[in-house]
């Protein structure tokens, strides 16, 4: 059975850092992104990579702050988040899709739980 299970999410003061992780098990994924869910919005694509990191993808509003990684090895991504933002408080989901990358939910097939970031001031 495929999971995606992310961790690292928490409470950090506007400017800080946080690393979040998505443990995968159950497939191995050529496309795996983040995506984040704020209260009574539309969940947003946040940044997505390919099985070799050949392609990344990043939304201009986390562009220069987040940096998104895999490892193989472990079959976990990570998304490195830096200079956080109030706005960047929101729920951030895992993504993965055996056959496709891109900045769209339709491009993803499995999706983790979730995990909370809140940005305070």
């Known amino acids: 059975q495929v999971m995606l299970v992310e961790s690292g999410g928490g409470l950090v003061q506007a400017g800080g850092s946080l690393r979040l992780s998505c443990a995968a098990s159950?497939?191995?994924?050529?496309?795996m992104g983040w995506f984040r869910q704020a209260p009574g919005k539309e969940r947003e694509f946040v940044a997505a990579i390919s099985r070799s990191a050949e392609i990344t993808y990043y939304a201009d509003s986390v562009k220069g702050r987040f940096s998104i990684s895999r490892d193989n090895g472990k079959n976990t991504l990570y998304l490195q988040m830096n200079s956080l933002k109030l706005e960047d408080t929101a729920v951030y989901y895992c993504?993965?899709?055996?056959?496709?990358?891109?900045?769209?939910?339709?491009?993803?097939?499995?999706w983790g739980q979730g995990t909370q970031v809140t940005v305070s001031s």
């Open positions: 993504a993965a899709s055996y056959g496709s990358i891109g900045r769209n939910r339709d491009n993803y097939n499995y």
């Open positions: 159950g497939g191995f994924f050529y496309g």
